[in-house]
């Protein structure tokens, strides 16, 4: 995201990034971590005293491949789609998150779905990993700084959760809040914690809307936003919250970093939209990248990023300069 810097620090040092959300591992890894932690009792040093293998990516079971492909584009290389991040939790370069998210710690972790639905509820990861078979959907991801990718997400419709809970009528919006700090501190450009994204509820059960797990057949590398996050492939990838711990069910628009950062520039609904540029830069193109070419290909940018036939039915009728 490219703002300009005010309260401008540097990326939070490992002590700070909240250590009492731990990392996720599947069965033997955490075993193996419960049991190696218990016998140190070294909760306080987490990070530290994790062991390594408790942080490497695990190989998701029982995968099941989908017709949600890219065929006009190359698949990004694994390696750029885990080296090239935006996570400013983890630091403002986009090799930042990749170098310094080894410090976030996903096991135990909690996402708290509370709100106005009939059936609030606390899910353990690992409940919410087991709810619905994973699925792997290859979609086109669209940075509001007009580069993308083509990444193999791993993961199941948002709105399967979204039942189990049981929205209230009174439900219109559906936000997400990410990890938090334990102090208060400023992330780059100004953002504060947690970072807060949002959808309008027909978003959020929109098919196409993808909780999150994993990529490549794999969970999720910390930087990606370990251990879940949302994936939302027509929107800018600003909307699609990682690490998240919150999905809060409300009445109103719910207030989300970029857009109270800046809302002449970052909107709440933040389609992809080759039309609507924004106010600093283009949005009629965009810099392919699917191999680790200093020089990517430029292509121009779809409408919906490529997905109109699923959703421009959401927003027939309103202004897409007003509600950009
Ligand atoms: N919590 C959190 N979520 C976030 C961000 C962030 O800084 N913090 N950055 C967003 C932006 S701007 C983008 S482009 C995508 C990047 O996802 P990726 O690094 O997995 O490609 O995550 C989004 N989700
Ligand atoms: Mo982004």
């Known amino acids: 995201m490219m703002l300009y810097p005010k309260n401008r620090v540097k990326e939070p040092p490992a002590s700070e990034i909240t250590p009492k959300e731990t990392y996720q591992a599947f069965e033997l890894n955490r075993r193996q971590l419960v049991g190696g932690l218990a016998a140190t009792g070294a909760v306080a040093g987490l990070a530290a005293a994790m062991p390594k293998q408790a942080r490497a990516e695990v190989k998701l079971q029982n995968l099941v491949t989908t017709q949600y492909t890219v065929p006009d584009r190359a698949t990004t290389p694994e390696g750029k789609a885990k080296s090239y991040n935006n996570f400013y939790e983890f630091g403002e370069e986009k090799d930042d998150?990749?170098?310094?998210?080894?410090?976030?710690?996903?096991?135990?972790?909690?996402?708290k779905v509370e709100g106005l639905v009939a059936k609030p509820r606390t899910f353990e990861f690992g409940e919410l990993f087991h709810l619905q078979p994973m699925q792997q959907r290859v979609y086109r991801f669209r940075?509001?700084?007009?580069?993308?990718?083509?990444?193999?997400?791993?993961?199941?419709?948002?709105?399967?959760?979204?039942?189990?809970?049981?929205?209230?009528?009174?439900?219109?919006f559906v936000q997400f809040l990410s990890l938090e700090n334990s102090k208060e501190e400023i992330l780059?450009?100004?953002?504060?914690?947690?970072?807060?994204?949002?959808?309008?509820?027909?978003?959020?059960?929109?098919?196409?809307?993808?909780?999150?797990?994993?990529?490549?057949?794999?969970?999720?590398?910390?930087?990606?936003?370990?251990?879940?996050?949302?994936?939302?492939?027509?929107?800018?990838?600003?909307?699609?919250?990682?690490?998240?711990?919150?999905?809060?069910?409300?009445?109103?628009?719910?207030?989300?970093?970029?857009?109270?950062?800046?809302?002449?520039?970052?909107?709440?609904y933040a389609n992809v939209n080759p039309y609507v540029d924004h106010p600093r830069w283009s949005q009629a193109h965009e810099r392919l990248l699917n191999s680790y070419s200093l020089f990517p290909q430029v292509v121009p940018t779809l409408m919906y990023n490529g997905y109109s036939d699923q959703v421009a039915s959401m927003y027939a009728g309103m202004d897409l300069r007003k509600n950009y």
């Open 188 to 268: 780059p450009f100004g953002i504060p914690w947690p970072y807060s994204e949002g959808l309008r509820m027909d978003e959020a059960m929109n098919p196409l809307t993808l909780l999150t797990f994993g990529s490549y057949g794999e969970t999720l590398a910390n930087q990606q936003g370990a251990p879940v996050r949302v994936i939302v492939p027509w929107k800018y990838g600003f909307k699609s919250a990682k690490s998240i711990v919150k999905i809060r069910f409300v009445k109103h628009m719910p207030p989300t970093t970029w857009n109270e950062l800046a809302p002449n520039e970052y909107g709440f």
């Open 143 to 172: 940075c509001v700084e007009a580069w993308s990718m083509v990444i193999p997400w791993d993961g199941f419709p948002l709105s399967e959760l979204i039942k189990v809970v049981e929205p209230l009528p009174t439900a219109k």
């Open 97 to 111: 998150p990749a170098r310094n998210a080894h410090t976030l710690v996903t096991y135990p972790w909690n996402v």
